[in-house]
Structures are given as structure tokens and as C-alpha cells.
């Protein structure tokens, strides 16, 4: 998959309840401020295919692989549709959860294999050469993963709106997801960026802001 070499790829991670999604408005004002064009989106969904297999993700009960399988193929859509010609184009893609999450929900959360997610990733997020070679693979040149405890996740959510069927778990359930997201930041430590979310709002943008200053070197 061919991207614009100005192009820029964020995703934003965490537990339900975490509160990164009240900062995806401020990340796109941050870019838009310096005069970049800025896509913004969310998995699973982005497209309206990839919105209609969300609503059965988030309401249908379904074992762990049919859940993968649709996961993945709302994210292919996506992929095609949203994210490679957002980059092509030169954009910044800011995604509100990406493949992160489904190693974190689908493999520590609800314990399914690890390996098929993996062979899974290569198939959906592998661009092919010219020659009909696999290229590399498509992921985030950075990721912001807001970490919260599970308990606190927990209270946020209580007496929010109608839960989906993530949100209605129980905490042990998020605290494997909350284990999983700290495996998949421990292998990929170059394009993580671990934020203290347990903070008051103003000094979680604090760390966002210090993130991409030092990271991408925006000023």
C-alpha cells in the first residue's frame, strides 16, 4: 500500500471507559491549526460497510472467531476505502482504534489464538508490490494508548448510556484487555506512546501534546 511521504497514520487505544475518543477533537485541531489535511475516523466502522458488521460486532452474541473474521473484514473495507487513499493523498489519519484493539479484546480479553489474529493482520493489512510481492504491512506510525486502571474504567462507565456488549463486562474482562494492550506496546515500544489517563483531562492532552512534539517533532 502506497502513501504520500507527508502522510501520517495515529491511532488512538484503550479500554472502554479510558477516554480517548473526547480527544480525537483536539488531535485533529492540533494538525488542522498547521495546515494539514486530516481524515478522522473509527474501527470498527468508517465505512458503511464496516458500520453495519459494528452493529453486530457490539450487539450479536458470537463466538470468538466469527467476531474476529467480521472485525477483520470491517477493517479491510476501511482499509481500502478510508485509510490507504487518505494517505495516498497526503492526509493525516487519525483512527479511533485499529488492529491494537482486536489483540487486546478478541485475543487477551476473550482468550482466542494469537497466531490466527496474526495471520489474520498479514492477509487484511499487507500491500502487495508491483511485481506481486507482499510489501509491508499497514499499521500506525504512532499510537497513543490510554491506560486506565479497570476499576476506574468501571465506575466511568457505570450510569452512561445503554452498554454495548464490551461495555457490560466484567472488570476481569478488562483487565486482560488492559494486559493485552501492554503486550502489544511492549512489542512495538517505537511507535507507542503510553498515557497516564487516570489524570484530569487537561494533563492527558499534556502528554498527548508532549508525544507528538517529541515523537514527530512538531513544534
Avoid at 478522522?40 to 450479536?60: M, Q, S, V
Avoid at 463466538?63 to 494517505?87: M, N, Y
Avoid at 485499529?98 to 492477509?123: H, I, K, M, N, P
Amino acid at each position: 500500500m502506497s502513501s504520500s511521504p507527508s502522510s501520517l497514520f495515529l491511532t488512538l487505544e484503550g479500554i472502554d471507559g479510558a477516554g480517548k475518543s473526547s480527544h480525537l477533537a483536539a488531535l485533529e485541531a492540533f494538525f488542522v491549526q498547521r495546515g494539514r489535511s486530516v481524515t478522522r475516523t473509527r474501527e470498527p466502522g468508517g465505512t458503511p460497510l464496516a458500520e453495519t458488521l459494528r452493529e453486530l460486532i457490539l450487539a450479536r452474541p458470537m463466538d470468538a472467531l466469527t467476531e474476529s473474521l467480521l472485525v477483520f473484514a470491517a477493517r479491510r473495507d476501511h482499509i481500502a476505502q478510508v485509510i490507504a487513499p487518505a494517505l495516498a493523498r497526503g492526509d493525516v489519519v487519525l483512527s479511533d482504534r485499529f488492529t491494537d484493539a482486536t489483540f487486546a479484546y478478541q485475543g487477551a480479553g476473550r482468550s482466542f489464538d494469537r497466531d490466527v489474529l496474526l495471520t489474520l493482520e498479514r492477509w487484511v493489512q499487507a500491500g502487495t508490490s508491483d511485481a506481486g510481492r507482499v510489501d509491508s504491512l499497514l499499521q500506525p506510525d504512532l499510537t497513543f494508548w490510554f491506560d486506565l486502571p479497570a476499576e476506574m474504567a468501571a465506575e466511568r462507565l457505570a450510569g452512561a448510556r445503554l452498554p454495548d456488549k464490551f461495555e457490560s463486562q466484567p472488570v476481569e474482562f478488562f483487565r486482560r484487555v488492559a494486559m493485552g494492550y501492554a503486550e502489544r506496546a511492549s512489542a512495538a515500544a517505537d511507535r507507542f506512546v503510553r498515557i497516564d489517563a487516570a489524570l484530569p483531562r487537561e494533563q492527558v492532552w499534556a502528554q498527548v501534546e508532549s508525544a507528538l512534539k517529541q515523537r514527530l517533532g512538531l513544534a
